[in-house]
């Protein structure tokens, strides 16, 4: 069975220090890995995305993911975080169906 | 700004009514996708359509529906409304029926009373 798991409910991290979300997926398949961002208030934005090219991934913002098949992960990571990267984030696994899996979502807390 | 355009952005109505959700998809996009966000079930899967036809479902309620036009907007109708139905609706669109990103509405947001 298809699954995600994002291993932390909420996170949270000094302004200016690394962020690491993370994300185990289950699949049977090679998947296609997502991850989207939620604003409050807002609707969904795609961060970034892997579809079986190169393992990292970067995408909007200065966020960046690695796919590591061994380890079935897809952690989101930045360097420097911002105060404007408060959010919920959600890890996606497309297996080769039409659905896509959601994982419960992370919020990221900055302190300033 | 996704391209992807919902209407109306507030709902408020009273248990037992039916409401229209309304979702015009980012220009070029064939396939429309609704959600359901509460607090309490997060992010789920409701319907996906594709160039009008149903694609998949997901944990969609038989009180709801849905369409996909011609001209590609999508409708979700919501009927015999209960408190629990309060949510964010969010539509997504993409260009392919599989493997290409989601592009997400700012959602409606409904408040059944």
């Known amino acids: 069975a298809q699954s995600v798991t994002q291993l932390d409910s909420h996170v949270s991290v000094s302004e200016g220090t690394p962020v690491l979300l993370r994300c185990n997926y289950s699949s049977s398949y090679s998947p296609s890995l997502f991850w989207y961002v939620q604003h409050p208030n807002k609707g969904l934005q795609l961060l970034l995305k892997y579809t079986s090219a190169a393992t990292l991934v970067k995408g909007i913002n200065g966020f960046e993911a690695e796919f590591k098949k061994s380890e079935t992960s897809f952690h989101l990571t930045k360097p420097s975080a911002h105060m404007s990267d408060a959010a919920e984030y959600f890890c996606v696994v497309r297996p080769s169906n039409y659905q896509l899996i959601w994982g419960a979502g992370t919020k990221l807390i900055i302190k300033p | 700004d996704s391209g992807v355009t919902q209407t109306p952005k507030h709902l408020i109505t009273a248990t037992g009514q039916r409401v229209t959700l309304r979702c015009s998809p980012r220009?070029?996009?064939?396939?429309v996708y609704w959600y359901q966000q509460s607090l309490d079930q997060g992010l789920q899967f409701l319907i996906q359509y594709y160039n009008g036809e149903e694609r998949a479902k997901g944990n969609i309620l038989e009180r709801f529906s849905a369409q996909q036009f011609p001209d590609l907007h999508s409708e979700l109708n919501l009927s015999s409304l209960e408190l629990g139905d309060s949510a964010l609706y969010f539509c997504?669109?993409?260009?392919?029926?599989?493997?290409?990103?989601?592009?997400f509405g700012n959602g409606t947001r409904l408040t059944v009373t």
């Open positions: 220009s070029g996009d064939l396939s």
């Open positions: 997504a669109s993409s260009v392919a029926e599989n493997n290409s990103p989601l592009h």
